[in-house]
């Protein structure tokens, strides 16, 4: 394949890419462990220690949808707002909520805080023998429970500029549509996101690579293409992604389980919003469920 290059760099001389993700990438259950112990406390203070009302934590990012590389793991967690009635409050005070976040975890968090992000503030966290984790710590409030999923899509279609902060708010729907997914996909994501780190370069903002969350969803759509097998060759599924990103400027793909019909034909399809990298309607694309994405006709479908 014309890619085949890159793959042995990347993989190196491993013929079972079964072998090379259990022995390089998978997180046996006591590096699990101690990684998710560290991110407990750190959920912990944020439920403790710093003077916000917060009605729950939850774990995004690839450790909490079980994606994780073992030491690339990125972690979002989301702060759900217990005194925030809509995503449009939430940006109201979104400048003070990153300040006050950032004071505290600089202060008393134990982590290396970063520059804020306009949706979060960055912090690194170190771990068991020298890992460490990049973590987003992104404010939210629960619009899907107070609100409904009709009333939500109503807001977003009708207020543009206030996408990008409802990503945050809807990180359970994007959980819960990559867990369902077999271990041998698990695997195939984790392969992935490996090869994109190990050959790409580390900055996207210029949209001129795709990011992690959008490459895992070519491969969702690969594998649901194929009939969802629970069980595929690594090597194939791989090759098949990578031929799908030939033509990934032409690609558009939508998923209906969390998106209204209408609603994405009149806004997500009318352009290519897939590669602008982070900011604006990107970040939307990075967090929200599974939405948007990718372009046009889906080249030709070779199966795994
Ligand atoms: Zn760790």
Not at 97 to 104: F, G, K, R, S, V
């Given at each position: 394949?014309?890619?085949?290059g890159g ?14 993700d259990a022995?390089?990438?998978?997180m ?6 101690s990684?998710?112990?560290?991110i ?16 729950e934590?939850?774990?995004g ?35 003070q ?8 975890l ?34 939210a ?26 990503s ?16 041998k ?25 795709p ?15 194929a ?16 031929q ?53 006709p ?7």
């Open positions: 394949m014309a890619t085949g793959l042995l760099k990347t993989f190196g001389p491993y013929e079972n890419l079964d072998i090379f022995q390089n990438l998978q046996n259950d006591s590096y699990r462990a990684c998710n112990a560290v407990d406390r750190l959920v912990k203070f944020l439920q403790n220690n710093v003077p916000i009302k917060v009605k934590v939850v774990k990012g690839s450790l909490g949808k079980g994606t994780a590389v073992r030491d690339k793991s990125d972690i979002d967690l989301v702060v759900f707002l217990s005194n925030y009635p809509t995503v449009r409050s939430v940006r109201a005070d979104m400048h909520l990153l300040a006050t976040l950032e004071i505290y600089r202060r008393y968090g134990g982590c290396n805080v970063l520059v804020p992000t306009p949706f979060s503030v960055q912090v690194n966290v170190s771990c068991h023998a020298s890992h460490e984790h990049s973590v987003d710590i992104l404010p409030c629960d619009v899907l429970g107070m609100h409904g999923q009709s009333a939500v899509y109503d807001e977003m279609f009708r207020s543009e500029d206030l996408r990008p902060y409802y945050a708010s809807l990180v359970k729907l994007q959980l819960n549509f990559v867990k369902v997914l077999p271990a996909m698990t695997s195939l994501i984790r392969l992935v996101k490996y090869w994109r780190k190990s050959e790409l370069p580390s900055d996207s903002g210029n949209g001129r690579w990011t992690s969350y959008i490459l895992e969803l070519i491969v969702i759509r690969k594998w649901e293409d009939g969802r097998p629970e069980r595929f060759d690594l090597k194939r599924g791989l090759h098949s992604f990578l799908a990103l030939v033509n990934y400027r032409d690609l558009k793909v939508v998923w209906y389980q969390n998106y209204n019909r209408l609603y994405t034909q009149h806004s997500h399809l009318r352009g290519n919003t897939l590669w602008r990298g982070r900011g604006g309607e990107a970040k939307n694309t990075n967090l929200a469920p599974a939405p948007n994405t990718l372009a046009t889906l080249f030709v479908i070779q199966h795994y």
